[in-house]
């Protein structure tokens, strides 16, 4: 599966929104993906043109960000805090590693196949989707499928208890 996303990189790449992705690489994470690939997941889900920076944390962090910002009390798999919608989307998306790695083990998906999932919610939610009513996740979830299938990677729902 791990070769197929340099083939949506590709695809993802022609198109014509312009997108522009700051990746914060951090020591503790050497197996992250490169800016490329990541560019081109950002890419495949921007419907306009992006401005975003993706930064990768640790679970306490991760723990910090989630606690100050949302008044959860764990650190959660991705954050996004969009700051403008127009002209160009402007956000930052903040993975925490850590809880990544566990949930694409108790999902058994790839790591690769988790990232670009969380990547691809994470620029969903910049652009204004959410899920938090039945309404709202009716409209983010088949197109973060839609987007994920058009990069190689299956669909991140389909074992999922309804």
Known sequence: MESNNEAGAEEAQDKESPVSVYYLQNELFPELPSEDVMTSWVAAAAER????????????????????????????????????????????????VPVLVEQAKEQQKTFLQHLCHLIVHGTLHAHGYDHITEEQANVMEPLEIKILQSLGFPDPYQDRDL
């Open 49 to 96: 043109p992006v401005n975003i920076t993706i930064r990768f944390v640790d679970k306490e962090e991760g723990y910090e960000l989630n606690s100050r910002y949302r008044h959860k009390d764990y650190a959660t798999n991705v954050l996004t805090f969009d700051y403008q919608h127009e002209p160009v989307v402007e956000a930052d998306i903040v993975i925490c």
